[in-house]
């Protein structure tokens, strides 16, 4: 059996990663699947609610623990360097 990695990258999207998982996991069957995600989550706007990041973010944290053979990493930008990194 081959092995497959799979990289996924997703903004703001948790629900959409989420179908994209649950489609992964019902149709692939692959037994050297794994999967990466790499994900970010925007600032809010001025127009957004308060706790719209929170929200988002939290949506994400219940998707780390949905998926637990999932590898989730956080995109972060340094702001001093202007650079993005894992």
């Not at 948790?14 to 692959?30: D, G, I, M, P, T």
């Amino acid at each position: 059996m081959h092995e497959v990695h799979a990289i996924v990258f997703s903004r703001d999207r948790a629900w959409q990663l989420a179908q994209l998982l649950r489609s992964l996991e019902l149709h692939v069957k692959c037994s050297g699947l794994s999967i990466s995600v790499l994900y970010t989550i925007s600032n809010p706007k001025k127009s957004a609610p308060p706790d719209a990041v929170r929200c988002t973010n939290a949506s994400y944290l219940d998707l780390v623990v949905d998926f637990p053979n999932v590898n989730f990493v956080r995109e972060k930008v340094s702001e001093r360097l202007n650079t993005t990194y894992a």
